[in-house]
């Protein structure tokens, strides 16, 4: 997973913990049958097993999901290895998982939000009010923007290069506006941090801002909408994908903007798309009366 599949730290310590839970599962089982499991012992039966325990121990179905996911990665590789003859995940399917409608902001109540007038004599509010307009404007992830580096933005095209899941990389253009806050933090970080930099958005000692910050930055602008059922930068992406679709743009479009790897992954958003369905409708002759 690591040297093949590039997958990132995070995602290899997930893995190697939900193989490690199954483990810890087969040796109980071991103990009370008095039987000893070897890797061509495990069957479907086995793995659904583990399946039952997980839900009853309160596993969401995307937990349980994830966790299976891993266990056939893991034995897709000793069968393509020649460690095993058969699958033994072949007939095994997870439970179904409802699909959450995504949270999102209203454009015009994230309009007022971002069109606020902020100290501009404080390089903190400086740099938050920026971190706002890009995750709404880009749709980039926390962890993307907390990677950005000055060289991954030009200026004079209007780009930005993004890092994002599994070391992919990918452009984002942006606007004027945009640009102009981009420039103006970049001169206020050099009058009131100064120093080499790792990172584009820094704290005020130059040291990199942390996902935690981001997530507190975006958590404190969004408590002004009681509605929200959650108030996380992922919410922002949201309101980016939501408000591309609303005004036009293609599904495909919107996919390689978010740097989703399928369209299933961004298909969800259609669900959310409901004032482009209410323009379609007015056209109706009877929608008229």
Aim: include cysteine; charge should be positive; proline fraction near 3%.
């Amino acid at each position: 997973m690591r040297y093949e599949r590039n997958y990132s730290a995070h995602t290899v310590d997930s893995y190697t913990n939900d193989l490690n839970q199954f483990v810890s599962f087969l040796e109980k089982k071991e103990a009370m049958e008095e039987v000893d499991f070897e890797i061509d012992s495990v069957d479907a039966d086995i793995v659904r097993q583990w399946m039952m325990l997980l839900m009853k121990q309160s596993s969401s179905p995307a937990t349980v999901n994830r966790k299976l996911s891993a266990l056939q990665s893991f034995f897709t590789y000793t069968v393509r290895k020649g460690l095993l003859e058969k699958h033994p995940l072949r007939l095994v399917n997870g439970p179904k998982k409802s699909k959450p409608i995504p949270c999102f902001v209203k454009e015009k109540e994230l309009d007022s939000l971002l069109d606020e007038e902020v100290d501009d004599t404080s390089f903190e509010e400086i740099r938050n009010q920026l971190i706002l307009e890009l995750l709404y404007e880009t749709g980039v992830r926390c962890s993307e923007l907390v990677g950005l580096r000055d060289e991954d933005i030009d200026m004079d095209a209007m780009l930005l290069k993004v890092t994002g899941k599994r070391n992919k990389q990918r452009l984002i253009p942006f606007a004027g506006r945009l640009k102009e806050m981009l420039i103006y933090y970049v001169n206020v970080r050099a009058r009131e941090v100064g120093g080499e930099r790792i990172s584009f958005f820094v704290r005020k000692d130059g040291r990199p801002v942390t996902s935690a910050i981001v997530y507190y930055v975006v958590k404190k602008k969004l408590l002004r909408f009681s509605t929200l059922a959650k108030r996380s930068p992922h919410v922002l992406r949201h309101t980016f994908a939501t408000s591309m679709l609303n005004d036009g743009a293609t599904m495909s479009a919107v996919s390689n903007l978010l740097g989703h790897s399928s369209l299933a992954s961004t298909s969800v958003y259609t669900h959310v798309t409901f004032e482009e369905l209410k323009r379609v409708y007015n056209a109706h002759p009877r929608a008229k009366n």
